[in-house]
């Protein structure tokens, strides 16, 4: 089953609202990623989880907070968001982190409007 | 420079057509190197590995230049359902840390 589920689908908050975003995979994969897109732009990497320990954090602000509970779990905790940060947010897993032909397998993605 | 650059396109083709991207990357030093297509709202999925051999599967070819760090991705007998942007990706080998490049739009029409 090479699926990545994400919830929620949809999510429309408020500057000073905090919420987070959930991804879960169930494929045995030790790596998991968060990654942000803009329209018509590339997915742009925001942090890497390597067997539960974040490996990568690509200078995303502190009001981006990832974690990652279990190997099957990700989370994306948000708070005091800025409109410039609405999106379409993609989580991915990968059998491991490095390695020569490591695909990654992205889920269908939350999309994030910030009023 | 960007780490991974893409024909800006858009490529609007008739169906039955043969079209080409290509695709250049800067750091020497990856090592994986993937085509993934991305439809209108929807996430990126794998197309292909593409391997230092080339490798194709059905109407789809990659090829990988090391020397010229290039890959390239050529699409036979096109179909509508071809329809969508195409996405070269190149990793290094320690983080799998995926740079994309800006993604290259395909149409396909009757």
């Known amino acids: 089953d090479t699926e990545v589920t994400q919830t929620p689908k949809h999510l429309v908050m408020g500057m000073t609202n905090k919420k987070s975003l959930k991804c879960e995979q169930h494929?045995?994969?030790?790596?998991m990623y968060w990654y942000k897109q803009k329209a018509k732009k590339p997915p742009e990497l925001m942090f890497v989880?390597?067997?539960?320990?974040?490996?990568i954090n690509e200078s995303v602000p502190s009001r981006f907070s990832p974690e990652c509970p279990n190997s099957s779990l990700l989370n994306l905790h948000l708070h005091a968001l800025q409109p410039e940060d609405s999106a379409l947010y993609l989580c991915?897993?990968?059998?491991?982190?490095?390695?020569?032909?490591?695909?990654?397998?992205f889920g269908p993605g939350t999309r994030l409007t910030v009023l | 420079r960007k780490e991974v650059e893409q024909d800006p396109g858009p490529f609007n083709v008739p169906e039955g057509a043969t079209v080409a991207f290509n695709c250049t990357y800067s750091?020497?030093?990856?090592?994986?190197f993937f085509w993934y297509r991305q439809d209108c709202r929807k996430e990126p999925k794998l197309l292909m590995s593409?391997?230092?051999s080339g490798n194709e599967d059905g109407r789809f070819t990659a090829q990988l230049n090391r020397a010229s760090q290039y890959i390239s991705l050529l699409i036979r007998d096109s179909k509508l359902s071809d329809s969508a942007t195409y996405l070269c990706v190149v990793t290094t080998y320690n983080n799998n840390d995926m740079r994309f490049g800006a993604g290259t739009r395909l149409t396909v029409k009757p």
């Open positions: 593409v391997y230092s």
């Open positions: 989880y390597s067997y539960e320990k974040l490996s």
């Open positions: 494929m045995g994969h030790r790596a």
């Open positions: 750091n020497s030093a990856s090592q994986s």
């Open positions: 991915a897993s990968s059998h491991v982190a490095g390695g020569p032909y490591n695909e990654q397998f």
